[in-house]
């Protein structure tokens, strides 16, 4: 059984449910509900607001199942099921049994130790004069290399790639080619292998893919993986990245560095306040 973080996430809107689902904003077995509610169990409510509380949490492996409205409904009576079982054990005190007790007790203590790190490192935030100095006093590191982007053909023996060099010298599209013969994945895309910098490929490939003109196809290259064929589509120069292009990476690198140091004096400090006691000799036994 799904538990209720595994259910719902950001881009599903149970509201949206058809009065020929197993639950309405109107009615649940003839009870008449507000219209936030989704479902009702005895007493209790399942609501849109619930529902979007847990969305955040949902795992993106379990959407599939809200993709029609079958899915939906199963979800719902899958909640349903589980407020049942809630009552149930309402009903037989389940909640006051020891062993239940404390397991709450551990999650409790587990949630505050989170809790107590967001309320430390909650408030740290990053100016925008920060950002602006630090893109000025580092702007020699924020530059691009050079890049290309290139289509390939893979193949695992010289005599089929020297054949298909052949047949593309001859004007057969080099794209069409790569994606009927081409051994690598990238074959689904014409043999496009995207935009690169020097440094990215293995050595032969990168030699020779940086050593082309922009339409120009090479020779056989023979790598690790096999033997290729390379045409260079586009090939761009080193340039400066912009303020606006590195800002967010700034404020997420700053961020990280103000909130390590927030931490680090707060530990500091209660280090200070609490006795603390290690048994090294413990340490094997972990």
């Known amino acids: 059984m799904y538990n209720e973080k595994e259910i719902f996430d950001k881009e599903n809107n149970l509201d949206k449910l058809n009065s020929n689902s197993l639950v309405s904003n109107k009615c649940y077995g003839g009870i008449k509900m507000e219209k936030t509610v989704i479902a009702k169990i005895g007493e209790r409510e399942i609501t849109i607001e619930d529902i979007k509380r847990t969305k955040e949490y949902m795992p993106k492996e379990h959407l599939q199942m809200l993709d029609t409205l079958n899915g939906k409904k199963e979800f719902i009576n899958k909640m349903v099921i589980q407020e049942m079982i809630y009552l149930h054990a309402l009903e037989e005190k389940w909640d006051q049994e020891e062993a239940f007790l404390e397991d709450m007790k551990n999650i409790k203590v587990e949630r505050l130790k989170g809790y107590g790190i967001n309320k430390i490192l909650g408030d740290v935030q990053v100016g925008q004069k920060d ?15 050079e890049t290309v982007r ?22 057969k599209d080099f794209a069409e080619t790569a994606s009927e013969n081409s051994s690598c994945p990238s074959k689904a895309n014409g043999g496009d292998l995207g935009t690169f910098e020097k440094g990215r490929m293995v050595p032969e490939f990168d030699e020779a893919v940086f050593a082309l003109d922009i339409g120009e196809i090479s020779d056989v290259i023979q790598t690790q993986f096999g033997y290729h064929v390379i045409k260079l589509e586009e090939k761009n120069e080193p340039r400066d990245l912009s303020f606006d292009e590195m800002k967010e990476k700034i404020k997420e690198h700053l961020l990280a560095q103000e909130k390590s140091a927030v931490f680090s004096k707060i530990t500091e400090q209660l280090r200070e306040k609490y006795a603390i006691q290690v048994n090294e000799d413990l340490l094997d036994e972990i």
């Open 131 to 145: 950002i602006e100095a630090f893109y000025e006093s580092n702007k020699d590191s924020f530059k691009t290399g």
């Open 150 to 171: 290139a289509r390939h053909i893979l193949v695992d023996n010289k005599e089929k790639a020297e054949e298909l060099l052949l047949k593309l010298k001859n004007g």
